[in-house]
């Protein structure tokens, strides 16, 4: 009995170990591909949230004259303001997530390196 309980002990103490090198190995993976991506995206969908309304306005003024097309059909007036201001709310949430996205990462990795 005392060799079978010698037996599990050192398979958990592996299982442990491989564990952590996994989770590290998985954190490190996924780093490659998130850290780069995120910020980029982040900052990129604050922007188009915020310059589309502006550009609608804009348009609406008639100082730019830059079509806006929704599903093939031009879009012109009220209605392009109403399109754009949900649009740019929805690239603005885009943006947060992808922030709140990036912090949850980073907070935990550094939890899997500190174990």
Not at 52 to 57: D, F, M, Q, R
Not at 62 to 89: R, Y
Request: proline share 4%; aromatic share 10%; hydrophobic share 50%.
């Amino acid at each position: 009995m005392n060799d079978s309980n010698i037996n599990e002990k050192s398979i958990d103490e592996t299982e442990g170990f491989s564990s952590q090198a996994l989770a590290i190995a998985k954190t490190i993976l996924a780093g490659i591909f998130l850290i780069p991506t995120l910020p980029i995206l982040c900052i990129t969908f604050v922007c188009v949230g915020v310059a589309l309304p502006v550009l609608s306005i804009l348009n609406l003024l008639s100082i730019t004259n830059i079509p806006f097309n929704v599903l093939f059909f031009k879009v012109t007036g009220l209605p392009q303001i109403a399109i754009a201001l949900i649009s740019g709310i929805l690239f603005l949430f885009a943006g947060l997530g992808c922030y709140n996205g990036l912090k949850n990462f980073l907070k935990m990795s550094r939890e899997v390196f500190r174990k």
